[in-house]
T-cell receptor
Framework: DAGVIQSPRHEVTEMGQEVTLRCKPI?????LFWYRQTMMRGLELLIY????????DSGMPEDRFSAKMPNASFSTLKIQPSEPRDSAVYFC?????????????FGQGTRLTVV | GIQVEQSPPDLILQEGANSTLRCNFS?????LQWFHQNPWGQLINLFY???GTKQNGRLSATTVATERYSLLYISSSQTTDSGVYFC??????????FGEGTQLTVNP
């Protein structure tokens, strides 16, 4: 398996623009997670899905952020409108069961810069 | 929520040296993972170890769940071991909570 695949790897956008990050989980995994990494806050969970259904979105910073998982092999994280403080590395991860019971695997991340 | 503390925050070694990284957590856990974030930012799985001891080459890990800590051992360190080592745990539900990491630098 190719692992968790994220795109794009790097994104530079202007403040106010819409940004869409994409993730393909490992085939057969039914839990998907979006994390954000910043110097100030470290790695923090934004949202996770189980069987394509959002289970916990308490980490989503505000209404400008939204995430969808239309099917088992694809998820998006959208920021609209983007702000400079959204600059971070965004990771997607997947596991074969909810993380409490098995190992999670991370994609290579998307480095987002909002100018 | 659960607290995860890693020590030391920074570690500098000469190639060939051994090291021990520690992870303390504040509550019972269902899951504990060790990751290595390399200089390119990739998070690489090292161990899934909610309890017990595992070894993989020069790396080994031990989790003593009853005492709420885990140790990562690196033997005969190499320059490619440089990067940040994260411990992450799940107490209840599915949220992986990360520690702040140990920044390891191995000099040739």
């Amino acid at each position: 398996d190719a692992g968790v695949i994220q795109s794009p790897r790097h994104e530079v956008t202007e403040m106010g623009q819409e940004v869409t990050l994409r993730c393909k989980p490992i085939s057969g995994h039914n839990s998907l997670f979006w994390y954000r990494q910043t110097m100030m806050r470290g790695l923090e969970l934004l949202i996770y899905f189980n069987n394509n259904v959002p289970i916990d979105d308490s980490g989503m910073p505000e209404d400008r952020f939204s995430a969808k998982m239309p099917n088992a092999s694809f998820s998006t994280l959208k920021i609209q409108p983007s702000e400079p403080r959204d600059s971070a590395v965004y990771f997607c991860a997947s596991s074969s069961q909810p993380t409490g019971m098995t190992e999670a695997f991370f994609g290579q991340g998307t480095r987002l810069t909002v100018v | 929520g659960i607290q995860v503390e890693q020590s030391p925050p920074d570690l500098i070694l000469q190639e060939g040296a051994n090291s021990t990284l520690r992870c303390n957590f504040s509550d019972s856990v269902n899951n504990l993972q060790w990751f290595h974030q390399n200089p390119w930012g990739q998070l690489i799985n090292l161990f899934y170890i909610p309890s017990g001891t595992k070894q993989n080459g020069r790396l080994s890990a031990t989790t003593v769940a009853t005492e709420r800590y885990s140790l990562l051992y690196i033997s005969s360190s190499q320059t490619t071991d440089s990067g940040v080592y994260f411990c992450a745990v799940t107490a209840s539900g599915s949220r992986l909570t990360f520690g702040e990491g140990t920044q390891l630098t191995v000099n040739p």
